[in-house]
């Protein structure tokens, strides 16, 4: 499995770096919309829809929702308001959760429903992270989502030991979670100075990289929800797309949402 997930990282990673760095938003925006497309597709399993034609017409929804959001895009903004409020309904839910208390909703309409405000945010967060601030930004943000997983992971496999939401993630660990904040830490400083930004970024990263194992550990309620252990097969050694952006839906409304506040703040 490590084997699998390091060669499809190997592959991915150039071509990620290369599509972030050198095409326009219109492209990067194409490119990015595939990826929701495909998760929506995923998401529509999580639903509770097994049937293609539910399936593709809940991805027909989503495109025709990123396409008008991208035609509105002054209006679009104002969805990073309303995934800042669901992720803090989110984290209420998982705690919930932890302590026993199942309250996800199981009804497939409204499963839908929140797909939608889980997937079109992200995307509209990483298209104005890319056209105000350039593709470094972007990839800066993918760096950290990458950094914290991997300092979770190896700091879990080695020191993993008292458990962070057994009922949700079995395998997360708190000191997983002290990986993923140093790593994450290591890389907003080292940004920070090449950067010459303010301490308030740092402070912005520090955040974002628990609301982005907050993504993660949503996921995993849904899918255990449906008894799926994955949500699609789609990369080798990572199993579907939403399992490998669901650090990033839920942490790049609210670090675009941070940037805004800081700036209008200063």
């Known amino acids: 499995m490590l084997k699998q997930r390091l060669i499809t990282a190997i592959i991915l990673i150039p071509i990620i770096i290369w599509i972030l760095l050198t095409t326009s938003t219109q492209v990067l925006a194409g490119i990015i919309s595939i990826f929701v497309l495909i998760s929506a597709w995923e998401w529509a ?3 509770g829809w097994r049937t293609k034609l539910a399936r593709n017409l809940y991805v ?3 495109g025709i929702l990123l396409l008008t959001s991208y035609w509105f895009w002054q209006y679009a903004i104002y969805t990073l308001f309303i995934a800042t409020i669901w992720w803090l309904i989110a984290l209420y839910l998982t705690w919930q959760y932890q302590q026993g208390q199942d309250l996800l909703p199981t009804s497939p309409l409204i499963k839908a429903l929140l797909g939608l405000v889980i997937l079109i945010p992200a995307w509209i967060a990483l298209l104005l992270l890319r056209e105000e601030h350039g593709g470094q930004s972007v990839l800066f943000l993918f760096v950290l989502i990458w950094a914290a997983d991997s ?3 190896f700091a879990g496999k080695r020191w993993g030991k008292t458990k ?3 009922k949700v993630s079995p395998g997360k660990t708190l000191e997983g979670v002290a990986g993923a904040l140093l790593m994450g830490t290591v890389v907003a400083i080292g940004y920070t100075i ?3 930004t303010s301490l308030n970024f740092i402070l912005l990263c520090l955040v974002i990289i628990p609301i982005s194992i907050l993504g993660d550990l949503l996921e995993s309620m849904f899918k255990r929800q449906m008894n799926i252990k994955d949500s699609g097969n789609i990369l080798p050694g990572h199993g579907g797309m939403l399992d490998r952006i669901d650090s990033l839906t839920s942490a790049a409304p609210i670090f675009v ?8 703040l200063g």
């Open 45 to 47: 399993a999580l639903c």
């Open 257 to 264: 949402g941070g940037l805004i506040l800081f700036h209008f």
């Open 151 to 153: 300092g979770a992971y």
């Open 164 to 166: 962070l939401a057994n």
């Open 194 to 196: 090449l950067q010459a």
């Open 60 to 62: 027909i929804l989503v």
